[in-house]
């Protein structure tokens, strides 16, 4: 066990939040996962199971369930698991944490109206804590099948980063350590739009060229904005950039892919997110993160096209064929 860290606290008891149990439940005293529903809360510590998320996947006896946030309190790690749009609250409403108490967040999004990155709104509201991030291709699911993953651990205090590095070690599971908390978390949030745009390039059937061009020019427009929005290029080139749009442009688990996939076949947005039924960060932050390049006077004609599809009612097809008729360049710019 960790000598840092003896047990966790997890906001979420949604599939993140559940594959983290699973993923750190082995390597600590206790686990504690912090949601909103009751029912929920019950059925996993009743009969070890999430009767909403991951639904197969039976839980160690050492994690349990709450809905009382103050039960973080008692931990040396709370980790935020839930969605973007409720760090803020989640975090507004834990104050009076200890100042010891390491914060680690894992949601992938900005916000949206300040721009802010998770682990800047963690230091709004608890500026004397230690603040780390997650993130690289994790796909849920999978982390809780016990399937081998990788991620990187962000954090500017080095003895820290090595201690989230050590818990997040297992056999199927490794991670590395970085500094660049902004390219780390700008990766995984601008990857959500693109998810959706290779999503509605397969549902409208535009073939694996076409989808193989739109991921490898999403890169160059990733790593272009992210940059500008404070991050290092390489980063772009590591798990949390190339290695979150692989799996998330291609899989079969990301919800946001599920969700252009449905736009591609001509569902509404309405439509494609209500049957989802899980939060896809990129719907949200296709707007956050549009907002974001229109601010930093970045060109990013992909997130355009996704903003235009889904907010301006342009039709998918059509802004995917956009794409393809505008200005020729060369292709290192
Ligand atoms: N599912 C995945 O494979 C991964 C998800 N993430 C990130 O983790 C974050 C959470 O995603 P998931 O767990 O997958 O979503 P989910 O849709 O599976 O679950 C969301 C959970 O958050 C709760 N929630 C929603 N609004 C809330 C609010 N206002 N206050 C408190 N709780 C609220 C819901 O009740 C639910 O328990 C997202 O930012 C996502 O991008 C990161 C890596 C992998
Ligand atoms: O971030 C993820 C995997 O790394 C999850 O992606 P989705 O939110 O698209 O399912």
Redesign the pocket.
Known sequence: MPDAFPSAAIL??????T?LAVLLAPKLSEVVMI???AA?AESINTHRRNP??LTEIVLPENVRASTTLADAKGHSLVLF??????TR??ANDLAGLPRETVLLS????IERNTGERMSEILHDVFPDNPIAVVSGP????EIAANLATCAVIGATDKALACDLQELFTAPHFRSYTSDDLAGIELGGAIK?VYAIAAGIAAGLGLGDNAIAALVTRALAEMTRLGVALGGRAETFAGLSGVGDLIATCFSQ?S?NHRVGLALGHGKSLEEATTSLG??A?GVPNTLSIHDAASKAGVRTPIIDAVYSILYQGKPAAHAMYELLSRDPRPENT
Do not use: I, L, W
């Open positions: 979420g008891t949604g599939s993140f939040g594959a949601g909103r529903d929920v909403r998320y698991g839930v969605p973007t749009a409720a609250q989640c894992c949601a992938k999004g994790n796909h849920a699911e959500n688990h919800r899980m939060v960060e």
